[in-house]
């Protein structure tokens, strides 16, 4: 029987206004709404307007979910945001969003793990309450990726979304909270999905730009194979570690990236589709924000409740992967 140490007391969610569907990127780029559908199961995708980011969609979800705890912004003891798209090179965006929560005892900190990094946050949550270095924690999985999207390649534009997604951590209480975390990461793999630019190893210049160098490459059947193979493996590995049966498991939800993925995961740990979750027609991959979105959507649809158990898990650049089971 395992004693949870911490637990997730509310969720908040924010998108951006604007959505490009399938048929406005036939106008854009040499694609199908078809093509689109079949091979990834997107539909259409929210993007952030050209003066809105990270932290402001993650200030809105934070505050969301804040106000469902009944959390005041002076209680959060950190605040962990999880982003492959910060607002600046620093600081952290995490210290935008505690600039905009006023919260002021907070220790703020970004994690960059791709669309793993909400996973890698709940992780270090649960940690730093199991040892009593804090009471309150805002996670929140952030991304503006529209504005790294190079929006003349066919094989990554039509992938991308924009959103946050937040939760809070609170001591556990009454068996309820976080069941067990599983994360890992393979740095050798890391040229088969990143932005070269943006960092110190190409400044920024007339060339970079020219070759597009800050916005996404992705070699992506290369990634399509490896997240299929570790997505599958880490579900198998949280479910192994917390002695979950199969019956107990309410919902799955993976990193919304592709449909095909999603039904690969779940087939591998025989869950039925109508307990694997799925929203990555209406959003796109949104990268850190997908797994918290997704659960915020799986509680407020009321597909999952106080009670349900949950397993989340995520693969990523980096690579990054890993898994968390919980019982909300
Ligand atoms: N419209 C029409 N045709 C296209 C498009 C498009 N938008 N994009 C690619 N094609 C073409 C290709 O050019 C190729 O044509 P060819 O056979 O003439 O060369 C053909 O379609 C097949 O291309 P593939 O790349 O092999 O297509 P695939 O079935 O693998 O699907 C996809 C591509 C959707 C990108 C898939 O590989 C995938 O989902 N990869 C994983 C993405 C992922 O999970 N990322 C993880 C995390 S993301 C993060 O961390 C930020």
């Known amino acids: 029987m395992i004693n949870p140490k911490s637990m997730i007391v509310s969720t908040g969610s924010a998108v951006p206004e604007k959505v490009l569907t399938n048929h406005d990127f036939e106008k854009m780029v040499d694609t199908s709404d078809e093509w689109i559908r079949t091979r990834t199961g997107i539909e259409k995708r929210h ?20 106000q469902e705890a009944d959390v005041s912004p002076e209680e959060l003891d950190y605040i962990i945001l999880a982003t492959i798209t910060p607002d ?13 929560l006023g919260a002021v005892n907070a220790t703020a900190m970004d994690i960059s793990a791709a669309c793993t990094g909400f996973i890698y946050g709940l992780e ?61 990461s393979n740095g050798n793999l890391h040229y088969l999905l990143h932005i070269p630019g943006m960092g110190t190893k190409h400044l920024p210049t007339h060339e970079t730009l020219d070759q597009h160098l ?3 490459k992705m070699a992506g ?7 299929v193979t570790a997505m599958g ?6 479910i192994e570690d917390t002695g ?38 209406n959003y796109g991959n949104t990268s850190a924000a997908s797994i918290p979105l997704a659960l915020d959507e799986a509680i407020k649809t009321g597909k999952i409740h106080q009670g349900s158990t949950v397993v989340l898990v995520a693969f990523g650049a980096g690579f990054t992967w890993g898994s968390a089971a919980i019982k909300l």
């Not at 059947?221 to 997240?227: N, T």
């Open 244 to 281: 979950l049966k199969n019956d107990e498991i309410d919902l799955l939800i993976p990193h919304q990236a592709n449909l095909r993925i999603i039904d690969a995961t779940a087939k591998r740990v025989n869950i039925p589709s109508d307990r694997v979750f799925v929203n990555v027609n």
């Open 88 to 100: 600046v090179g620093f600081p952290s965006t995490a210290c935008f969003v505690q600039k905009n």
């Open 214 to 216: 800050h916005y996404i």
């Open 47 to 66: 993007i952030a307007a050209e003066d809105e980011l990270t932290s402001d969609l993650a200030t809105e979800a934070a505050k969301k979910a804040m």
């Open 233 to 238: 493996d880490a579900a198998v590995k949280i």
């Open 124 to 184: 270090l949550a649960d940690t730093l309450i199991t040892v009593n270095k804090a009471k309150t924690i805002l996670v929140i999985g952030a991304e503006t990726l529209s504005k790294v999207t190079d929006y003349t390649d066919r094989a990554t534009c039509v992938l991308f979304g924009d959103g946050a997604g937040a939760a809070i951590v609170k001591p556990a209480e009454n068996s309820r909270g976080i069941l067990g975390t599983f994360t890992k």
């Open 221 to 227: 059947r290369e990634v399509f194979k490896y997240a």
